[in-house]
């Protein structure tokens, strides 16, 4: 079984449109957890971090669900420029392992 | 401030033979990961150094590949012989300290095995 496990996608939405994405996990002891963005043949890049209150960054929102050992992803007013690969990771052991998921495509069209 | 180097950035070899790829992180980052990336996939972490010394290198395919980190700087991993699977973007990243969240990831190598 896959430490992490998402959707790939591709999700194909309008401009201005709602997204969200979910992503599971299978250890319970994963401590931290996170969204990376990554561009077509390009590095990732740190999206927002994944707290146990939820948490917000503009159109950016992301939420924990312990219980249920998933996190997920909501992006409202889609842009263009949102098109990409979301990566969903999570760590254990204080940080010193980190498991990527095999990313969610997003393609937003005019 | 600059970001991570790789070097370099395409390679093409046939199989059987032996690659080596360079990495600098960013000035003062402790910590520095090999990850593979194929088509498709997430990133794999490789091995995890925190200074010059190795924290994890579980999924390391130890009978091909090796990895140093001499002086706690810069590193290069080497694959010795190659295969047709070991293509993929070899990514290195790095963090200012053990337990900081944020990976700042380099360009990638691009290898293709032939």
């Known amino acids: 079984r896959k430490e992490v496990e998402q959707d790939p996608g591709p999700f194909n939405v309008p401009e201005g449109a709602t997204v969200a994405f979910n992503c599971t996990y299978s250890n319970s002891a994963s401590q931290s957890f996170f969204w990376y963005r990554q561009d077509c043949r390009k590095e990732p890049k740190l999206l927002m971090s994944v707290y146990s209150s939820g948490n917000e960054d503009g159109r950016f929102t992301a939420q924990l669900n312990r219980a249920s050992q998933y996190i997920s992803l909501l992006i409202r007013d889609s842009k263009l420029s949102d098109s990409a690969t979301y990566l969903c990771?999570?760590?254990?052991?204080?940080?010193?392992?980190?498991?990527f998921g095999s990313g969610t495509k997003l393609n937003v069209k005019p | 401030e600059a970001g991570v180097a790789q070097s370099p950035r395409y390679k093409i070899i046939e199989k059987r033979q032996s690659v080596a790829f360079w990495c600098n992180p960013i000035?003062?980052?402790?910590?520095l990961y090999w990850y593979q990336q194929i088509l498709g996939q997430g990133p794999k972490l490789l091995i995890q150094f925190q200074n010059n010394g190795v924290v994890d290198d579980s999924q390391l395919p130890k009978d091909r590949f090796s990895a140093e980190r001499l002086k706690g700087v810069d590193s290069t991993l080497k694959i010795q012989p190659a295969k047709l699977e070991d293509s993929a973007v070899y990514l290195c990243?790095?963090?200012?300290?053990?337990?900081?969240?944020?990976?700042?990831f380099g360009p990638g190598t691009r290898l293709t095995v032939t």
């Open positions: 000035s003062g980052h402790a910590t």
């Open positions: 990243a790095s963090s200012l300290i053990q337990g900081e969240y944020e990976q700042y």
């Open positions: 990771v999570v760590g254990l052991y204080n940080f010193n392992k980190f498991y």
